[in-house]
């Protein structure tokens, strides 16, 4: 055996909470959980719904960078006491927010409360690079995972078969596709949003209703603020302190560290998976640089694409 290597009987899964099949992570009450299933939204409320680590923060801060003209949230502040996850503190603390209300979910659309006359922004990333980011995650809050041994062999088959928090992340994506072309919806990626930065603003900020073209000032505030470079700092904003030796919340901001934890033969597995439960979707055009890469890496060719957004 390697040294350091270790010998595992059976393979190490990340701890949940379970809602029947639906997992949740440790530590977010039942109660709240059960509650925002039951939350009917107000007209006006406005929804960043994701699933787990495609860009929610980054939008959320967006979000709330436009509503507070272009003043970034304190670094004594939590971003989620201005925008909630609805699914961890429940329907009543969203309730009890001063509308126009912003309110984060991670439940896929048919488990998300809905109303027509609520507004959704709704962000995707490539399953590579989420399925990384969720790894880095769930090793990083052993009070929701008890998971920080695991090693990434461990957590991709996990990703794979969709046992994780929030349900499977193909399942969650064909969900709230079917809402891409409606009116009271925005979708956009996280690799768009890397690629153009100020063209997500702007039509984060449409959808809002804030005209951000005609004010230079606050788009440029919102920008600077929004960068990953500023988003690195002061991450108590964000989340919740993570055991030293952990990366920070806001970790790589990348697209293509999936090179950096995939072997061949995980990669071959989730390009299936992709080319089965995306055919019928834009991003396979979307992405298709993304998975051109991943066949190339298959056959032992150099990467040709570069990691977007490289800081
Ligand atoms: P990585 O782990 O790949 O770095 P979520 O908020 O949905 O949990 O998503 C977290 C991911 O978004 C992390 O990805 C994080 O680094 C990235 N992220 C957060 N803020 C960002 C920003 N301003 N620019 C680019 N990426 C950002």
């Given at each position: 055996m ?19 099949t ?35 923060t ?25 925008i ?22 991670h ?18 990333r490539?399953?590579f ?11 990083g ?10 090693t ?7 990703f ?9 992340y193909?399942?969650?994506?064909a969900s709230?596709?079917t ?21 997500a ?33 002061d ?13 920070a ?19 071959a ?9 995306l ?5 396979v ?8 890469d ?14 977007t957004?490289?800081?």
């Open positions: 390697l040294p350091g290597a270790r010998l595992r009987l059976m393979a190490l899964k990340p701890s949940y909470t379970w809602h029947d639906f997992a949740m992570p440790m530590g977010f009450p039942p109660s709240a959980f059960k509650s925002a299933l039951e939350y009917e939204p107000a007209p006006g409320d406005f929804f960043i719904a994701t699933y787990p680590k495609c860009g929610t980054w939008a959320q801060h967006i979000v709330y960078l436009i509503a507070h003209r272009g003043v970034p949230v304190p670094a004594t502040a939590s971003l989620g006491a201005t909630p996850h609805i699914e961890e503190v429940g329907a009543q603390a969203a309730r009890d927010l001063v509308p126009p209300r912003t309110i984060k979910t439940l896929p659309f048919a488990m998300a409360p809905y109303s027509e006359h609520a507004r959704y922004l709704h962000i995707t490539n399953p690079d989420c399925a990384v980011s969720f790894y880095h995650h769930t090793r809050f052993p009070q929701h995972y008890n998971f920080t041994d695991g990434f062999e461990e957590y991709f088959e996990c794979l078969a969709g046992e994780v928090d929030f349900g499977d193909f399942d969650h994506l709230w596709y809402l891409e072309n409606a009116a009271n919806c925005l979708f956009l990626t996280y690799e768009g949003m890397s690629t153009d930065p100020k063209a603003v702007l039509a984060i900020g449409e959808f809002m209703g804030a005209d951000l073209i005609n004010d230079e000032a606050v788009l440029t505030a919102v920008l600077k603020h929004s960068s990953f470079a500023s988003m690195s700092k991450q108590q904003r964000w989340a919740s302190q993570r055991p030293d030796g952990m990366p919340f806001v970790r790589k901001g990348r697209t293509g560290d999936w090179r950096n934890h995939f072997s061949p033969e995980q990669a597995r989730l390009l299936e998976k992709c080319e089965r439960r055919s019928s979707t834009k991003y055009e979307q992405w298709s640089q993304l998975f051109d991943v066949r190339r890496f298959l056959r032992g060719d150099g990467a040709t694409t570069r990691g957004n490289e800081h």
